[in-house]
């Protein structure tokens, strides 16, 4: 085995380049774990028909992010997380179930890696009832959170959501806060990050109180969860408890088991045919997760490629710390 990791700088140009020196320089069997929530526009389906530069065989990917939806297009690629428009519209129906509230709205970035969680949120409400959901969007270089925030404010927003990654919801957060603006929050499965929590959650802080969509079984829980906090912590000392480790901890879970199973050969590409073949034969495979993944392609009617893990939990901010209190498993509804 070995460990490699290339920087995509949140770059589609990069992605693409860092993808086609994997395929055609160093020859990967297989992509585990990755995370390039800007680049997978491109690189998606470069690695589901990479050319000549792989002798026209599709790439494995196993345990990517979710952050867009040709995660669950092809066949080649499994994500173990929830597909971001059942997140969305998870997230909406937990505020209903459990926040009392009569003005929602959603703040993200403006990339359509995101318009599928948005649209999954909005969905929801309006099932709900709520066809008054305000959503504010931001380009990821921009600054005008300020602007945003006053918005919501003015128009008598009370429940806010945002979809974006940690840099983001801190300057949300940081921007609420300067603008005595107090709504309840929801937030993406990012806002897991322990260091989140200690920064705005502390007792009276801006998001005490707020939840956060986990589709993993929380650290706190114990199990396979502590299992994975010692392994990542005796390898890689200092490294954040977040969603994406246990992301990457999962899917390297599922590659292990495919591939231990799998004869392989000298042939590269007969081998990750017969991985890719192994994934799409997995109905009932246990990762601590429920139900248990089927990857079967086309499970989920929303997408044809692998939509294998639909449910999550949350975890509350609360007191600069995660606290899991709801065991619950939340699905589509």
């Keep these: 085995m070995q460990y490699q990791v290339l920087d995509d700088a949140t770059s589609n140009t990069t992605a693409l380049s860092d993808a086609k020196q994997l395929v055609a320089d160093d020859k990967v069997l297989a992509v585990v774990a990755m995370v390039s929530p800007f680049g997978q526009d491109t690189v998606d389906p470069y690695f589901a028909n990479p050319g000549g530069d792989n002798a026209g065989q599709a790439v494995p990917l196993i345990g990517i992010d979710p952050y867009e939806e040709n995660a669950y297009k092809f066949p080649n690629q499994v994500?173990?997380?929830?597909?971001?428009?059942?997140?969305?519209?998870?997230?909406?129906?937990?505020?209903?179930?459990?926040?009392?509230?009569?003005?929602?709205?959603?703040?993200?970035?403006?990339?359509?890696?995101?318009?599928?969680?948005?649209?999954?949120?909005?969905?929801?409400?309006?099932?709900?009832?709520?066809?008054?959901?305000?959503?504010?969007?931001?380009?990821?270089?921009?600054?005008?959170?300020?602007?945003?925030?006053?918005?919501?404010?003015?128009?008598?927003?009370?429940?806010?959501?945002?979809?974006?990654?940690?840099?983001?919801?801190?300057?949300?957060?940081?921007?609420?806060?300067?603008?005595?603006?107090?709504?309840?929050?929801?937030?993406?499965?990012?806002?897991?990050?322990?260091?989140?929590?200690?920064?705005?959650?502390?007792?009276?802080?801006?998001?005490?109180?707020?939840?956060?969509?986990?589709?993993?079984?929380?650290f706190e829980g114990g199990g396979a969860a502590a299992s994975l906090l010692a392994t990542v912590q005796h390898y890689f000392p200092g490294t954040p408890r977040d969603s994406v480790a246990e992301q990457g901890w999962l899917g390297a879970q599922l590659f292990a088991q495919v591939v231990n199973k799998v004869p392989l050969s000298a042939d590269l590409h007969a081998d990750q045919a017969a991985i890719i073949s192994a994934l799409n034969g997995i109905h009932d495979l246990d990762l601590g997760l429920t139900p248990p993944m089927d990857m079967k392609l086309g499970i989920d009617p929303d997408y044809p490629g692998h939509a294998p893990h639909r449910c999550a939990q949350f975890v509350t901010i609360a007191g600069g710390t995660l606290r899991w209190t709801d065991h619950a498993w939340h699905c589509p509804p």
Aim: proline share 5%; with cysteine.
């Design 79 to 218: 994500s173990v997380d929830v597909p971001i428009k059942d997140a969305g519209a998870i997230m909406a129906q937990y505020a209903k179930d459990h926040m009392g509230f009569s003005h929602p709205g959603i703040f993200g970035y403006n990339v359509s890696q995101l318009t599928a969680a948005e649209a999954g949120a909005v969905g929801q409400f309006k099932k709900l009832g709520y066809s008054n959901v305000d959503i504010q969007t931001v380009d990821p270089s921009a600054s005008q959170y300020d602007q945003i925030v006053q918005k919501f404010k003015g128009d008598g927003v009370d429940l806010l959501m945002w979809f974006c990654d940690i840099g983001c919801g801190d300057r949300f957060v940081q921007a609420a806060q300067s603008n005595a603006y107090h709504p309840k929050w929801v937030n993406y499965e990012i806002g897991y990050d322990p260091r989140y929590a200690a920064q705005f959650g502390q007792t009276g802080g801006e998001q005490d109180g707020a939840v956060a969509i986990s589709p993993f079984l929380p």
